[in-house]
């Protein structure tokens, strides 16, 4: 079965700083994988998703993650933090082939500071 | 932009009453999902669904819910007889596709007292 595990459940980086964000995933075939956010009182929006094309892929709000195979990383960055960034962070598998659910990590919030 | 929209944003209830928590997927959408988040934890598949038959469940959907889809545009998650521990966030998703992305909707708040 697949799985995700986000390292660090809270990150705070001072605005103007570099985000980052890791996840690692368990498959056993290659997955899909996905970066939601979710705002305080709000649901959750896809921030990108690797489908097997492109390793680098760039999602919403300057955000980007690259696919390593090789160390089974899908790790989330952003050159910049903005305030406006601070939210809850949640790295999701979808194995390929099926009518197939999400499968969550446990989420990093993310604190932004002055 | 099209959207996912959930009805009540918030609903109280009291154990051992039934809730029935509604979704209106987008519209053109033909996979539909329901997900629940306990505060502090992360989000829980329960349930997807397709050509009005579940397709997928998981152990935490048992015989006290169950999903429906009565009119072609709402999409329902009932549960039974409440428990405590049934207090949670639940999201409702959709999508295009079997292997597109899905869009979730601003999830019901349920507090079963």
């Known amino acids: 079965a697949q799985s995700v595990t986000q390292l660090g459940s809270h990150v705070s980086v001072s605005e103007g700083a570099l985000v980052l964000l890791r996840c690692n995933y368990s498959?056993?075939?290659?997955?899909?994988l996905f970066w939601y956010v979710q705002y305080p009182n709000q649901g959750l929006q896809l921030l990108l998703k690797?489908?097997?094309?492109?390793?680098l892929v760039k999602g919403i709000n300057g955000f980007e993650a690259e696919f390593k195979k090789s160390e089974t990383s899908f790790h989330l960055t952003k050159p910049s933090a903005h305030m406006s960034d601070a939210a809850e962070y949640f790295c999701a598998v979808r194995q390929t082939g099926t009518a197939s659910k999400l499968t969550f990590g446990t989420g990093t919030r993310l604190q932004v500071t002055l | 932009e099209p959207e996912v929209t959930q009805t009540p944003s918030h609903q109280v209830t009291q154990m051992g009453q039934e809730v029935i928590l509604r979704c209106v997927p987008i519209s053109n959408h033909l996979y539909f999902y329901w997900y629940r988040q306990i505060l502090g934890q992360k989000v829980e598949f329960l349930v997807s669904?397709?050509?009005?038959?579940?397709?997928?469940k998981s152990e935490i959907f048992d015989d006290q819910f169950s999903v429906e889809r009565p009119d072609g545009s709402n999409f329902t998650l009932k549960i039974r007889s409440t428990k405590l521990e049934d207090s949670a966030m639940y999201f409702c998703a959709s999508s295009p596709g079997d292997l597109g992305e899905q869009y979730f909707g601003p999830g019901t708040r349920l507090t079963v007292t």
């Open positions: 498959s056993s075939v290659p997955p899909y």
């Open positions: 669904f397709y050509n009005n038959e579940i397709s997928e």
């Open positions: 690797y489908t097997s094309a492109a390793t």
